[in-house]
Every structure is written in C-alpha cells, then in structure tokens.
C-alpha cells in the first residue's frame, strides 16, 4: 500500500525554517533525525558553479572531529555519494553496499566513526546545487518494509525544508533572478501539494489530465528554480506569491 505524503506544512517539519545561523540548523538536523531513531546525520550542500571552485559545506553531529578531515577521494569512490550524485533516489545501505573489493576499504574508514548503516538521499537544483541528507547508527540495521516507507517519506518531506534553509544560509544569493510569476493554475496546484497531494490526486481535483497538470508542475518547478514540486510549492510560499 503507497505511503501517504506527508503534508509540508506540518510543523515538525517547519521548525527547521527557523534556522538564523549553522548551529541552529545542526540542532534541528539533529533533533529530526533522532526522532527517526538515528544517532548521527550528515547534510552536504555543494555549490558547483564553472566560474568558482567546487564548495562543500558539512553540517554533521559525528562527534569525532577527524571525520571532517577524511581524504576527498573516498567520497568520489563512495557508493553511496556516488549513486547521490546523479540520482535523488533514496539509498539504504549497509556493509553490503560495501562488498565489492575496490570499495570495501571505505566501509572500514566510515564503520570506524560509528557510522554503519544508515539512509541517504539527494536533490538537484538549477545552477550547480545540490543537497545531500543522511542518517546513521552504529549498527547494522534492518527495517521492515512499512517503517522503511515512513521513515523515507519523513526524511523526504522534512529534506524539502531543511534544503531551502541550507540555500538560504550557505548559498550567495543571485542578484540577477527575475521577479517570478505563477499562473493561476500553477499555484492552485502548489497549493494542494502543499496540503500533501500528490500530482494525480491534483489532476483529478482540478479536473485536469495527468499530463496537463505534470506540464504545470515541471513549468513552476522550472521558474521557481527548484529540484522538485514539493520545494517548489514551499518556496512560493516563502515568497508570498501563492
């Protein structure tokens, strides 16, 4: 049975919005993913931009200050980082992500700071940024399939808010973006998402088809500059514009 979507604008989700400063968003990094039942997390914004070297900011709770220090190839031969890289696809992962003989010594390095299993995703926005989100515990673990489900539907909900805070504080702001402009049917739809539907429970709603309302999608997502509806709908109405 589908995992209903969670509604955006539930405040476990929002508090993180909040966040004036790094240390505020670590607290509520850490306070979410703890309430999943996860010791660690880790959130990864990168700022890939051809005129400027390749930035990567850290935000993480693992307590031994050496991780921040690991050796940048193990990341470019991660699987797990690597499978994020161009895929927003949540990953479950473990040791045996780790089996194959050319990687299993980075299982070693990230199973030594307590990290040895855990949950990871990825989003993809216009103009060479990106987010990566995980949750770890020291243990091997293994979920059933319906807590699997729920806790990856948190985790992409909650992402959602956590990646627009993350832009706002560590991202420069482009003062060349244009004043954006929705179209009527554009917001309405934005406005169900945010009340947790999903595009074909729009469709049937608006009394479009499934291929007029996707258009519709991929057009706000497009002008608010977004890696998907559910952050589309949550910058508008940050901007007041639905």
């Not at 931009?49 to 991780?67: E, G, K, M, Y």
């Amino acid at each position: 049975m589908p995992q209903p979507t969670p509604q955006l604008l539930n405040p476990q989700y929002q508090s993180v919005l909040a966040a004036q400063n790094a240390d505020e968003f670590k607290a509520e990094l850490v306070r979410f993913s703890g309430n999943l039942g996860f010791r660690t997390t880790n959130v990864i914004t990168v700022i890939d931009r051809p005129d400027a070297p390749t930035q990567f900011i850290n935000v993480s709770n693992v307590p031994d200050t050496a991780w921040h220090d690991l050796d940048p190839t193990v990341g470019r031969r991660d699987p797990l980082m690597q499978h994020l890289k161009f895929h927003s696809t949540p990953m479950v992962w473990g040791p045996q992500s780790y089996q194959a003989p050319i990687v299993s010594d980075i299982y070693d390095i990230i199973s030594a700071f307590g990290l040895k299993s855990g949950i990871g995703l990825a989003q993809h926005m216009p103009n060479g940024i990106h987010f990566y989100y995980g949750v770890e515990v020291d243990q091997e673990q293994t979920l059933q399939p319906k807590q699997l489900r729920h806790i990856i539907a948190e985790m992409q909900a909650f992402s959602v808010h956590a990646c627009d805070t993350a832009a706002r504080l560590f991202v420069p702001a482009d003062k060349k973006e244009p004043k954006i402009q929705l179209s009527a049917a554009q917001g309405n739809i934005l406005r169900w998402i945010l009340d947790g539907s999903s595009v074909s429970e729009v469709a049937d709603r608006m009394n479009l088809s499934q291929s007029d309302t996707q258009k519709q999608v991929r057009a706000a997502v497009e002008i608010l500059r977004c890696a998907n509806e559910h952050q589309a709908a949550l910058k508008a109405v940050r901007l007041m514009i639905i």
